[in-house]
């Protein structure tokens, strides 16, 4: 049992814990503890694999078409909600922000919204995706009760953050907040306001991957020289240093290296395909993949086998289950911190309108298109009336969703 933690920024820097049997132990920590938001964030800048499927997916989550709906389902038009998020704040599109967004999600398995307000009930003037590495959550991530009663709400909505700011440190209260997860909260540490980073689950991976870029950087730079071997049989005299030096000098543009005896030249690498570095990086891509809710149809630049029909249903299948969770995660913490559920009003994103959905749209048209020559049969066997005719496809086109 954690009895006392203290953070700087976000990280955990020392730890007081109790066992069951009543010992205290002490920890001195690396600061990555708890919160590895700033390691994250910079292996995600860094590590070619995890920059490539975090990119991606943000790209295609960015896109949403976001519209509002009134209690009967209608689009409500000129919605200032929908303004609100496709000029964000002065600095960001929709994209830009959304973009943002799914990066901290997927990354530090978090992302705080921080919405500015004149009053408390207004549309919020601006928003702004706090950056993780720059939050200390001023031990607010450590819920100590249950919250039951307004009063409890209210005091919790009451505590703030601690948000840094070109050195200059700001408090926001929780009320000007807005959560969301990649994973489901609370999963560990009692933090309801906190989920678990993807990327802590495959770090050793990811780490393997950097230092087999590096390895093949270095065997790269090496294979362009070669090492002077002894080969000294007694009837060939040993280079000096001097001479050797000299010699060294000389050829310094030619990648040679040089001991100080009689020499065989030899390559320092001489069949980098024994190494298997890109078999052991195209292994290890795959692996981050399936971390992140995709396969190698989605994305993989090593399958070779991979048809462009597999790939069209991958990555469709991706967006469906689950760059569009993500989205409906997001509208409905929005649509409840402003009150839209309250009036039966929702948020909704939605990406039918892109290309590489027209292969479900058209799915759904031909199979609408079936049903509804099945039903003129029914129809004129006497085996359906037009009642049950117009409520079976209704049915049907909720289920279809068009």
């Known amino acids: 049992m954690i009895i006392k933690s203290i953070s700087l920024f976000g990280r955990e820097l020392f730890r007081v814990e109790r066992n069951r049997s009543g010992q205290f132990s002490y920890t001195f920590l690396d600061g990555n503890s708890f919160i590895d938001d700033g390691k994250y964030l910079d292996m995600y800048l860094k590590n070619p694999v995890l920059s490539t499927i975090v990119n991606f997916g943000a790209q295609y989550y960015s896109q949403m078409r976001i519209t509002h709906l009134d209690a009967q389902g209608k689009e409500v038009k000129n919605s200032p909600y929908v303004k609100l998020l496709h000029t964000p704040n002065y600095f960001q599109s929709k994209e830009d922000f959304f973009y943002q967004q ?26 702004y995706n706090l950056i993780p590495s720059e939050i200390d959550y001023n031990k607010i991530h450590k819920i100590n009760k249950f919250i039951v009663t ?47 980073s993807r990327v802590k689950a495959v770090a050793k991976i990811l780490n393997n991957i950097y230092e087999n870029v590096n390895s ?108 569009q969770q993500t989205a409906d995660n997001t509208m409905n913490s929005l649509s409840q911190t402003w009150g839209l559920f309250e009036r039966g009003e929702m948020l909704k994103a939605s990406y039918d309108h892109l290309p590489v959905m027209q292969s479900v749209i058209n799915e759904k048209i031909a199979t609408l298109t079936e049903f509804q020559n099945m039903v003129k049969i029914a129809k004129e066997n006497g085996t359906m009336n037009d009642a049950d005719a117009i409520a079976k496809t209704k049915e049907l086109m909720l289920k279809l969703n068009l």
């Open 102 to 127: 799914k990066v901290f999600l997927d990354v530090s398995g978090n992302d705080l919204i921080y919405q500015i307000k004149a009053f408390t009930n207004d549309i919020p003037k601006a928003i």
């Open 150 to 196: 307004d009063k409890d709400k209210k005091a919790f909505e009451e505590k703030h953050i601690i948000y840094k700011l070109d050195d200059t440190d700001y408090n926001i209260k929780l009320k000007d907040i807005i959560p969301t997860y990649d994973l489901a909260n609370g999963i560990v540490q009692n933090s309801f306001i906190q989920s678990p």
């Open 216 to 323: 093949k950087g270095i065997n790269l730079q090496m294979s362009a020289k070669y090492v002077g071997l002894n080969q000294n049989d007694g009837n060939r005299a040993q280079i000096q240093d001097g001479d050797r030096s000299s010699i060294e000098r000389a050829i310094s543009n030619k990648n040679l290296l040089l001991t100080n005896a009689g020499i065989d030249f030899k390559h320092l690498v001489s069949d980098m395909k024994r190494l298997y570095l890109d078999e052991q990086y195209a292994s290890d891509f795959n692996k981050v993949l399936l971390a992140f809710g995709m396969n190698k149809n989605v994305l993989n630049p090593f399958d070779k086998d991979s048809t462009f029909e597999n790939q069209t249903q991958g990555v469709v299948s991706y967006i469906q289950n689950t760059i």
